[in-house]
């Protein structure tokens, strides 16, 4: 969706770290206008004098969307700044782990509220965002918040925030896991003698070729695993170990979604 429908009341965006700068790059893409923007950062992106965006001015009076881009922790002291903006007419778009709408609706009590959680390949437009949103923000907030972060890739909508920290484990955290794997299996090719590059270059290549493949593909992943396991086999002396129920790859990625969640829980608190 092209978003120059938001250019007359712009948007205000607290926060423009590597989450906040690929949605606003995303944004500008898809038709925000620069000007429309307003940033406030306490250390901005050098790029943002380039395309023209403003920064750290005088914050808009009634703009149409206020994105908070902040961590967490640093949510309690950003939030008085902008209660002025809570009166109903800004939708309030949060991608913050952890912190709940009830926090934001105690800031913002008229105003609708969307909490998203986007994960990092959003800075290359590969993203993945859940949306809930609280009881002021109806269809046209939803398909508002929706189309700023489908900017970034896809958009999922949940049926109640309680589901948003098994969200956050499993998607928003998941690149981070990914990553590790990427780690692992070529620290696991080197020792059976491969050179570090070469390990590197062919499990980054591996890792990206078998997600590309399970996205594109309707087929449980199961089915997949299935296809290229041939009885006896190489992968299949390997799966031996990673699919041990006790030692392999399930347990250990229940335990991962698992502290994940509870850390956002207790980012909430």
């Known amino acids: 969706m092209d978003l120059a429908h938001l250019n007359d009341r712009g948007l205000l965006l607290v926060g423009c770290g590597s989450m906040g700068g690929a949605l606003l790059r995303g944004w500008l893409t898809r038709g925000l206008a620069p000007h429309a923007v307003h940033v406030i950062d306490p250390h901005p992106p050098d790029w943002l004098d380039a395309r023209g965006v403003p920064v750290n001015g005088p914050m808009p009076a009634d703009p149409a969307v206020l994105v908070l881009a902040v961590k967490p922790q640093q949510m309690g002291g950003v939030l008085p700044d902008l209660a002025a903006l809570g009166q109903g007419g800004t939708l309030v778009v949060s991608v913050a782990a952890g912190v709940t709408l009830a926090a ?4 913002f009590p008229d105003a609708p509220v969307v909490r998203a959680m986007p994960n990092i390949p959003a800075a290359i437009g590969q993203g993945v965002t859940a949306i809930v949103g609280n009881a002021r923000a109806g269809a046209a907030e939803m398909d508002l918040a929706a189309s700023l972060m489908v900017a970034v890739g896809r958009v999922v909508r949940l049926s109640d925030e309680s589901q948003m920290d098994a969200v956050t484990a ?4 998941g690149p981070g896991y990914v990553f590790h794997m990427i780690e692992a299996l070529a620290a696991a090719g080197e020792a059976e003698g491969l050179p570090a590059a070469l390990a590197l270059e062919l499990a980054r290549a591996t890792v990206a070729g078998a997600g590309a493949m399970a996205a594109a593909d309707d ?7 299935e296809s290229v396991t041939s009885p006896g086999g190489t992968t299949a002396a390997g799966l031996v170990q990673l699919m041990d129920a006790e030692t392999g790859l399930m347990p250990l990625m229940r335990r991962t979604v698992a502290a994940a969640a509870a850390r956002g829980r207790e980012l909430g608190e």
């Open 170 to 173: 499993v998607s928003g955290s």
């Open 219 to 225: 087929e449980d992943p199961a089915r997949l695993r």
């Open 104 to 107: 934001y609706e105690r800031a």
